[in-house]
């Protein structure tokens, strides 16, 4: 049987391959991240291109070429798809939508929910995407926790977790490990680590106390360019 395949390309890019074919990407800095093993030319268009918030380690500088070729939606906020036109992405090829809605593009619906952090434009979010096959991938932005990750397991019932791990500017270890008790997904990934030198620089800590707190979640510490089935 087909089954989802999801692929870390460095700190908080993802990128989705569904059972149908969908290609969803998430946060896709690419060029000038030291930790994505590609180039932007090597990576398939998406089908779906996710922005969490406009800072420069999610939005990146190639979101015009990965949507050119392409039919690719660009899925975020209205005041970051303002910032998308003026850099060159048309607005035809634009979705705008805010926290608490759902939209449906080509069979997968995405859920935008909120994240506690900061930005220029608009505010910063997250996703729960919900592919073909009902299998669901939160991408919890750049956050802090807030107790309300516990409504996200209530409502939609998380498969996997996109966490970011690495302190400072996000939750750290601590904070990742205890919002699994909240999420309680299937298998979580922690990300937005070692990326940067204030940073965790492994996911050692973040896994030692995730199998204390929530001994039932699968830990899956991808590298870049790795990629795991669901
Ligand atoms: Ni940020
Ligand atoms: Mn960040």
């Known amino acids: 049987m087909m089954k989802n395949k999801i692929r870390s390309l460095g700190h908080a890019a993802f990128e989705i391959t569904t059972t149908k074919g ?5 946060d896709p800095w690419i060029t000038g991240n030291p930790a994505c093993p590609f180039k932007v030319g090597e990576l398939d268009q998406p089908d779906l291109l996710l922005v969490s918030h406009d ?11 990965l949507l050119n070729k392409g039919q690719g939606t660009l899925i975020c906020q209205p005041e970051v798809a303002a910032k998308a036109q003026k850099d060159g992405v048309p607005a035809a090829k634009i979705i705008t939508m805010n926290i608490g809605g759902t939209v449906e593009v080509k069979g997968v619906k995405v859920t935008m929910t909120q994240a506690v ?39 939609y019932g998380i498969d996997v977790a996109l966490l970011p791990i690495g302190g400072v500017f996000v939750m750290d270890p601590l904070q990742a ?13 922690p990300m937005h680590y070692r990326t940067f030198p204030v940073l965790e ?4 800590k973040f896994i030692a106390l995730a199998k204390e707190k929530a001994p039932q979640v699968e830990i899956k510490a991808l590298q870049p360019g790795e990629a795991m089935e669901f």
């Open 177 to 189: 490990a205890a919002a699994l008790t909240l999420l309680q997904p299937k298998t979580v990934i």
């Open 201 to 204: 620089q492994t996911a050692d």
């Open 55 to 65: 800072h420069h380690d999610h939005y990146g500088s190639d979101i015009p070429n």
């Open 22 to 26: 969908t290609r969803i990407l998430i």
């Open 117 to 155: 952090h900061s930005s220029a434009s608009g505010t910063p979010c997250g996703y729960i995407v919900t592919l073909e096959d009902g299998k669901t991938v939160y991408h919890a932005g750049d956050t802090g926790i807030f107790a309300s990750m516990k409504l996200f397991a209530e409502i």
